[in-house]
């Protein structure tokens, strides 16, 4: 089966896309780096309650600010159940509605699927869900890479304000945020991760 091209995406995210932020940029901690420890250790408990067969697993980041919760969900995911899980990341950019018909001209970064999809379930990992199109927009890369059992949704963080009907699986936190606030995984000098509000 040949592999797609990879995807691309934007240094020039919209205002839905989460990103991995500096730890210069201002904001409102709502989410320390212990709180992120705590939730994606409890993220893969229930992802192996949902998913009892540890073979059958396989984590995809969504590029850029899903790929650090990818990494913590991976190495709980193996302490726990005593096995590596196969790890992949998708630049989705190209598959988005709202920068396509914005007419944007993505700058390309890395799409990493070293396994095939076809007959795993497949976990979308991804920092914050916002409106679900990023979700969306995963779930039909991943499609372009095989057949998957299934299709599941981890994200540290909800934040609401769906404009398509996309359900999250497994949830770090929900956090109730206006529409013009902006919800950003960064990390501290520290070198740790945390989540902002800005």
Same mark, same amino acid.
């Given at each position: 089966m040949s592999v797609p091209s990879s995807p691309s995406n934007s240094s020039t995210a919209p205002r839905s896309v989460s990103r991995v932020a500096s730890a210069r940029e201002a904001g409102r901690v709502?989410?320390?780096?212990?709180?992120?420890?705590?939730?994606?250790?409890?993220?893969?408990?229930?992802?192996?309650?949902?998913?009892?067969?540890p073979e059958s697993i396989a984590l995809v980041a969504i590029v850029r600010g899903g790929v650090p919760v990818a990494d913590m969900l991976a190495q709980a995911l193996s302490e726990i159940a005593g096995r590596d *899980?196969?790890?992949?990341a998708l630049d *989705?950019?190209?598959?988005?509605?709202? *920068?396509?018909?914005?007419?944007?001209?993505?700058?390309p970064h890395k799409t990493r699927m070293p396994f095939s999809v076809t007959g795993k379930r497949v976990v979308l990992v991804e920092d914050v869900v916002f409106t679900g199109r990023t979700v969306r927009a995963a779930m039909d890369a991943v499609i372009d890479f095989g057949r998957p059992e299934a299709i599941q949704v981890a994200t540290l963080v909800d934040r609401g304000h769906r404009e398509l009907p996309i359900r999250v699986d497994f949830v770090g936190k929900n956090i109730p945020t206006s529409r013009a606030e902006k919800v950003v995984l960064r990390q501290?000098?520290?070198?740790?991760?945390?989540? *902002?509000?800005v």
């Open positions: 709502i989410l320390e780096a212990a709180g992120i420890r705590r939730a994606t250790r409890r993220m893969a408990h229930e992802i192996l309650e949902r998913n009892p067969a *899980v196969p790890q992949g *989705v950019t190209l598959y988005r509605d709202d *920068v396509i018909g914005h007419g944007m001209r993505p700058i501290a000098p520290s070198g740790e991760y945390e989540v *902002v509000v």
